[in-house]
C-alpha cells in the first residue's frame, strides 16, 4: 500500500493538499485502517505525507517560504553530498549516470514527462549513491519527495531553451564525475539546484499558486486543516 501511495504522490496523481483520509483509502485499497495508518507514517517519514493529530493526513505541500527554504536546503547539502561521494563511486555507476544523462535529453522535456522525471530522479540519487552518509542520503531523498510535484510542473511548462541548458549541466555533472573532479561536480550541482528554484520561482505555475490571495487562502486552509 505504501510503495502505490508513493507512486500516486511521485506520479502527480494526488496533488500537494490532496486529503489522505483513512476511511478513504481503506476502501479503496481493501484493506483495515492500520495498514492505512502503517503506510502513512512510513510515507510521512519519507516526506510525502503530512500527518496531525486529530486533524489527518494530506500529501505534503508547501507554502512559498517552505518552498525557498527546501531548495536553499539542497543547495547546501546536496554539493556536500556529491562531494563525498564522487571519489566512492565505482565505474561502473559512473557510466550508468552517463547512460541516464543521454535517456533524459532524449525525452525532449515536457513532451516526455512522466520518463523525465523518472531518469532525472534516477541520475541524480546515483550520483549521491557513493556517499556513505546514511543521514544525508535520508535528508536528501525526502527533500526531493517534498519537492517533487513543484519540479514536475516546472518540466510540464518547460521551455526548448530551459530544457537544453538542464541537460548540459547534466553532461557537466557527468564529466565531473568522470574526472572525479568533486569542486566541480559540488559547483554544477549547487548551480543546478539554484537555477531550478529560481526558474520555479519566476513560473507562471508560481505565480498561480502563491500569488497574494492564494496565499492567504493557502495558508487559511493549511491552519484549518493541518493545526
Not at 519519507?46 to 493526513?57: D, F, N, P, R
Not at 508547501?62 to 527546501?70: A, I, K, R
Not at 518547460?158 to 573532479?181: G, K, N, W, Y
Request: with cysteine.
Amino acid at each position: 500500500m505504501a510503495g502505490e501511495l508513493r507512486e500516486q504522490i511521485l506520479s502527480g496523481e494526488r496533488a500537494p493538499g490532496s486529503r489522505l483520509g483513512q476511511e478513504v483509502l481503506a476502501a479503496e485499497f481493501g484493506a483495515s485502517r492500520m495498514p492505512v495508518r502503517e503506510a502513512l507514517r512510513a510515507l510521512e517519514a519519507e516526506g510525502l505525507v503530512t500527518i496531525k493529530s486529530h486533524s489527518g493526513a494530506w500529501v505534503t505541500g508547501l507554502d512559498e517560504e517552505e518552498f525557498e527554504q527546501v531548495y536553499r536546503l539542497r543547495e547546501a547539502v546536496e554539493p556536500m553530498v556529491i562531494i563525498e561521494s564522487i571519489p566512492r563511486l565505482t565505474d561502473d555507476q559512473i557510466g550508468e549516470a552517463a547512460r541516464l544523462a543521454d535517456e533524459i535529453e532524449r525525452t525532449g522535456g515536457a513532451g516526455g514527462l512522466n520518463a523525465f522525471m523518472r531518469l532525472d530522479r534516477e541520475f541524480h540519487l546515483l550520483t549521491y549513491a557513493g556517499a556513505g552518509w546514511s543521514y544525508l542520503n535520508e535528508l536528501v531523498t525526502r527533500l526531493w519527495n517534498t519537492t517533487q510535484p513543484y519540479r514536475r510542473e516546472l518540466v510540464r511548462q518547460m521551455p526548448e531553451d530551459s530544457f537544453r541548458a538542464t541537460c548540459a549541466e547534466h553532461a557537466l555533472i557527468v564529466d565531473a564525475l568522470q574526472r572525479r573532479d568533486v569542486r566541480a561536480g559540488a559547483g554544477v550541482v549547487q548551480l543546478h539546484i539554484h537555477r531550478t528554484r529560481l526558474t520555479l520561482l519566476e513560473s507562471d505555475y508560481a505565480v498561480e499558486m502563491w500569488a497574494p490571495d492564494a496565499s492567504s487562502h493557502t495558508s487559511e486552509a493549511s491552519r484549518a486543516d493541518l493545526g
